[in-house]
């Protein structure tokens, strides 16, 4: 196995904005193996003060909604006005038994080779936490590059995209038109954590069913207690293949940040998510070392044979187990 | 058989690289092969290789560009036989971007348009990517 380089390479590395080595830390970031995972953390700790700078946005959507063209779209008026944007994409096409397909940039051509935008896509995979665990310190390392635009993609499938939610400034829902059956498919969950909700395609013959999608969207939303008591969830519409299609919803994106700003809840907000991402830390850690302990994982069938057999409750084989703990 | 082979190897190289081997697949405007592509993408997946596929036609420092934002193990240049010398030329490219380490390979075959003909040289050309990237 390659020498390792030491963390002083990464942290170098990315304060001169060298795409390369921002790269190899989101892989050092990525890996499974612990002396990379204990590598990253030293790095990403160094990196803190340099982080923060930047707004983060969450896009969710079902397949079809045109996530990537929409982000193509709002990438590219941004990287032309001089922000630096890093786009995530966590790729949920993992497969079974083998790896995964990644066609991100597929569908991104134009901002995959605008000097100002890094795109990296990132396979769901199985790593323990889920591929959004990872995503949270990958923003942290494109942020202490010089990145003040990050954008993240999840698509509306599984528990990644709420979990995407819980880590960006703004939280976008991506929705097509031809509402109807798409709608009973969302789940109210995204409704209840977005801060803005975008009817895409808004264009050609489709213009007269995306405002109509608008509409029973808007009434959908009336039944959703708002998140915050500033700001009630507004639903627009866009286009991503008209140029600057997607202009409307940034100026939404930046009076949300605004009105955040004001009332202080944008810092708040952070604080409390960096807050819940080290407890979920924390949960995680605690299972897995009890797992690893030899005295609970003998015991573990024995207890789960009596609890299934029903000789003693699940709450006081809970007990037992903690007890060794 | 030989498919259990190609995951067992990928298996192991995930256990001592910490994750997958990364592949991106790349072909020229020309070669516009897109369903040939989406079959060697799916072996190379179901060989337990992490596959990206770049848009067809891109010029070749973009393709390094992408190689280097993925950080991919390795780059197959696929159906670019009518281009002379673009090995040489690609991995220039990506000495350019600092990465001298992702290793190129080239499909310089002309590829059979018959379903049997492209599933065996896929196979073959996983197998050669596979040892390519040190797996």
Redesign the interface.
């Known amino acids: ?1 390659m020498q390792l380089p030491d963390s002083d390479y990464y942290i170098q590395g990315i304060l001169d904005k ?4 921002l ?2 830390t ?2 050092l970031i ?4 612990k002396i ?1 995972k204990t590598l990253a953390k030293q790095v990403l700790d160094k990196l803190m003060p340099h982080t923060g700078n930047s707004i983060r946005i969450g896009i969710t959507g079902v397949p079809g909604a045109g996530k990537s063209t929409f982000i193509e779209n709002l990438g590219l008026i941004l990287a032309e006005q001089g922000h630096q944007v890093a786009v995530m994409a966590v790729d949920p096409s993992s ?1 079974k ?7 991100d ?2 569908r991104m ?1 134009k901002l ?2 605008h000097k100002n935008t ?4 990132s ?1 769901s ?1 199985n790593t323990l936490g889920g591929v959004a665990a990872k995503t949270r310190e990958t923003m942290l390392a494109c942020e202490a590059a010089g990145f003040d635009v990050i954008l993240v993609e999840t698509v509306g499938v599984g528990q990644s995209e709420i979990s995407v939610a819980f880590m960006v400034d703004c939280f976008l829902a991506l929705m097509i038109s031809g509402a109807g059956d798409e709608l009973q498919g969302i789940k109210r969950g995204v409704l209840e954590v977005a801060d803005a909700i975008v009817v895409n395609k808004a264009d050609g013959k489709n213009i007269d069913l995306a405002i109509k999608a608008k509409l029973e969207l808007e009434m959908a939303m009336n039944m959703i207690m708002p998140a915050s008591p500033v700001w009630h969830t507004p639903v627009l519409t866009c286009s991503s293949v008209t140029p600057k299609g997607t202009w409307g919803v940034w100026e939404t994106i930046l009076e949300h940040q605004k009105k955040m700003k004001q009332t202080g809840d944008f810092e708040l907000r952070r604080q409390q998510q960096a807050l819940d991402w080290m407890w979920n830390l924390v949960d995680q850690g605690l299972k897995s070392r009890f797992k690893e302990n030899e005295n609970i994982s003998k015991l573990i069938p024995l207890l789960a044979e009596k609890v299934r057999s029903e000789q003693i409750s699940p709450s006081s084989a809970a007990d037992k187990m903690l007890a060794l703990l | 058989m030989r498919q259990a082979t190609f ?1 067992d190897r ?1 298996h192991v190289f ?1 256990q ?6 990364r592949i991106l697949l790349a072909e020229p405007a020309e070669a516009n092969n897109g369903r040939d592509l989406k079959i060697i ?2 072996a ?12 067809s036609g ?2 070749l ?2 393709i390094a ?2 190689a ?4 991919v193990h390795g780059v197959a240049l696929l159906f670019f036989d009518q281009h002379l010398d673009i090995e040489t030329k690609f991995i220039s490219l990506l000495e350019q ?3 001298d380490d992702i290793q190129v390979i080239v499909a310089k075959e002309k590829m059979k348009t018959q379903r049997s003909g492209l599933e065996d040289w896929t196979q073959g050309f996983v197998q050669k990517t596979l040892t390519r990237v040190g797996g």
């Open positions: 196995m060298n795409r390369r080595i790269s190899q989101i892989t990525e890996s499974s193996l990379h497969r038994m083998g790896g995964s397909i990644m066609g940039k597929t051509e995959a080779f890094f795109i990296r896509p396979p995979g | 995951q990928t995930a001592e690289y910490g994750r997958r081997p993408a799916l190379f997946a179901d060989a337990g290789f992490d596959v990206d596929i770049s848009p891109l010029a420092k973009t560009r992408i280097v934002e993925n950080d971007e600092g990465a």
